[in-house]
């Protein structure tokens, strides 16, 4: 039986049956030096094992060894094919390269052609002005400074007319307090800014400016800081607005505030801000507008939150915290309040980064003890088409 096994699996049967099998997996120089020890060990097994035991053991411990070359070999051409098909990736993209180029040089006389041509939304063309438009503006995600020619010259004209008014006495905040309703409703009417319709929508006690587009369709979204028991202005805008516009709203105290806001839109029972500490519930007004109400593009925007006003303004400057997040906010009513400490110096600051930044123009100012402002939005593009331009064709 011993003797039958041996015949069988001798080690000339083995190799005549294995070495051309392994060669067909690799080049046949890559496996002699282990075949030829594990053939060895079975010419030993078969002189001196006594026994099909001992023999087997010997035979198993060969065909472990020779399982390691198939197992070397098979990596070995997967490591080749891979080796090859970078090759095959390199020299196609070699030939594409010239391919490449020219579509490259095609996309940037494009690109040179678009920045240099007429805007399609006026015969006469595009103006950059104010600021330039600098590699920080790209970096930091601020917009170009997109303005039609028409929409450029209202703008200059309106601008030159309020800072001649207001710079010489920008210094004595008490006499700019008292002198910036007459100056700004003036500037409005004598420019062409007279040319944009202001809507208003009445509270009890005061009446908020929109402007509309009568043939956008596209909802909006508005937000309210300080509800103050009054959404009579929000209702009026909810029916003058298209449908599915959305309405989000924010105030401390609970009581009615709750039930009047949630009729419109959604309420929230916190105060929004700056990033300060409050007594009161109080969020800042970027996680407010990026986490809760997931409001990046704002079409009116209404505060009356008692002070905050002074430090949300200057938030909207350029560069500032609502550029780092990518929030443009088209339209503006601020109650910028009487009696909270160095409001006036305070006024008188951010008052300054407007005229300096150039990005909203302030229309209406309708004064009690406070100022009752409305901004609009002349820097951003989608602000201008939606609501600028139907008024500067």
Not at 34 to 55: F, G, Q
Not at 90 to 103: D, G, Q
Not at 254 to 270: A, C, M, R, T, V
Not at 306 to 326: A, K
Request: hydrophobic share 40%; net charge negative; aromatic share 12%.
């Amino acid at each position: 039986m011993l003797a039958s096994i041996m015949v069988r699996f001798s080690p000339y049967t083995l190799h005549s049956t294995l070495v051309p099998s392994l060669t067909k997996l690799g080049n046949a120089d890559e496996i002699p030096s282990i075949i030829d020890i594990s053939l060895d060990r079975l010419r030993t097994a078969r002189l001196y094992c006594n026994s099909a035991e001992s023999y087997w053991y010997h035979l198993s411990d060969s065909a472990y060894s020779i399982g390691r070359i198939a197992y070397r070999i098979v990596i070995a051409r997967e490591h080749d094919f891979l080796m090859q098909t970078e090759q095959w990736v390199t020299m196609a993209v070699k030939s594409l390269r010239p391919f490449i180029m020219i579509l490259a040089s095609i996309f940037f006389i494009l690109l040179t052609i678009s920045l240099t041509k007429p805007s399609r939304f006026n015969e006469v063309g595009v103006q950059r002005i104010g600021r330039a438009f600098s590699l920080d503006h790209i970096m930091g995600g601020l917009p170009s400074e997109y303005r039609p020619t028409k929409v450029a010259e209202a703008f200059d004209t309106w601008h030159s007319c309020l800072s001649e008014a207001l710079t010489p006495i920008m210094n004595d905040s008490k006499q700019l307090w008292g002198t910036f309703r007459d100056s700004v409703n003036r500037c409005y009417t004598s420019s062409p800014m007279k040319n944009i319709v202001l809507t208003g929508v009445s509270n009890k006690d005061e009446i908020k400016f929109h402007v509309f587009n009568k043939t956008d369709d596209t909802p909006s979204v508005v937000i309210t800081l300080g509800i103050g028991w009054d959404v009579q202005a929000e209702k009026k805008l909810k029916e003058q607005l298209p449908n599915g516009s959305q309405f989000y709203g924010a105030d401390p105290i609970y009581e009615q505030n709750d039930k009047l806001y949630s009729e419109i839109g959604q309420y929230f029972p916190l105060a929004v801000g700056h990033y300060v500490f409050r007594t009161m519930v109080h969020i800042d007004v970027i996680t407010f507008l990026t986490k809760l109400t997931q409001t990046r593009f704002i079409d009116q925007f209404l505060m009356d939150n008692e002070g905050p006003e002074y430090d949300l303004l200057p938030m909207m400057g350029v560069g500032r915290e609502f550029d780092q997040n990518g929030i443009i906010v088209c339209q503006i009513n601020a109650e910028i309040h009487h009696g909270h400490t160095d409001y006036q110096e305070r006024f008188a600051a951010v008052l300054q980064q407007l005229l300096s930044d150039r990005r909203y123009a302030i229309f209406k100012v309708v004064t009690t003890t406070h100022h009752r402002t409305f901004l609009l939005n002349f820097e951003h593009r989608e602000c201008i088409e939606k609501y600028i331009l139907q008024y500067f064709r």
